[in-house]
């Protein structure tokens, strides 16, 4: 289908909004991840990493659209352990004929677990706790571990995004527009969140939880466990509402 035609067509602007929307819901993960990251570093440098993080997802995203067959290969196995679990309805529970997509959900998740849980430690640490927040964890982050960090986990979330995206509609020029809507969401909201969630420690806890549920979804996802994405934003909604009550008592109390 030609530009004009997509321009003038109803059914690819639907495609287009519900793509976007999707795109955005799936950046969420995304960005947690760099405004926890982006805050462990001196102020100075806060803004521009998470720019160059949100950036470096973009044009992973774009590439990565230009390279549709390298997606496709990504999603043939590439060896079986020969196990695999169906229920009474021949729906698969679990397989272990990984793909390199597979693979690549399975250590992203695996990342995001070791980072959560490191973090969580390091907050829940009594004697670290009484420390300034710039102080704790275990070594301090330099900009480029952090930028390193972010682009590993760039290329998770990427995968799963585009993946959505050609699932939703076989047009690029609708996909890569997406893509840029979404990121330029993300970066509009990144420096708010992040300093949200500075302004708020007890958010920080809840962005941690959000890390590791995210974690454990990919992990499953690697083993051919789909869990259905609304579920966890779901949970990630009421968490959120539950926590801004809080956060409104705690201020009308003050």
Do not use: C
């Not at 035609?5 to 519900?18: D, F, I, K, Q, R």
């Not at 893509?179 to 969401?185: D, Y």
Request: charged share 15%.
């Amino acid at each position: 289908m030609g530009l004009i035609e997509l321009l003038t067509n109803p059914a690819a602007w639907a495609a287009l909004v519900t793509l976007i929307v999707m795109e955005v819901v799936l950046g969420i993960d995304n960005l947690v991840f760099v405004a926890l990251l982006s805050n462990k570093l001196p102020e100075a440098e806060r803004a521009r990493t998470r720019r160059i993080g949100i950036g470096l997802a973009l044009v992973m995203r774009i590439i990565l659209l230009f390279s549709l067959f390298l997606i496709v290969g990504m999603v043939k196995p590439v060896f079986d352990l020969g196990l695999h679990a169906s229920d009474a309805n021949g729906h698969t529970i679990y397989e272990t004929a990984f793909s390199i997509r597979d693979l690549i959900m399975i250590a992203g998740g695996t990342f995001l677990l070791y980072k959560a849980t490191s973090e969580i430690h390091h907050n829940l640490d009594s004697h670290e706790s009484a420390a300034p927040a710039a102080k704790r964890g275990a070594k301090p982050l330099g900009f480029v571990s952090a930028i390193v960090q972010i682009l590993l986990l760039d290329l998770v979330f990427s995968i799963d995004s585009i993946l959505t995206a050609v699932g939703m509609t076989d047009e690029l020029p609708i996909m890569i527009a997406a893509v840029i809507v979404a990121v330029g969401v993300m970066m509009l909201a990144a420096d708010p969140l992040a300093r949200f969630i500075e302004r708020n420690p007890s958010v920080v806890m809840l962005a941690l939880g959000f890390l590791l549920m995210i974690g454990l979804v990919l992990i499953a996802d690697g083993f051919g466990v789909h869990v259905p994405k609304g579920y966890v934003y779901t949970a990630m909604a009421f968490s959120g509402l539950v926590e801004a009550l809080n956060i409104l008592r705690r201020r009308r109390g003050s």
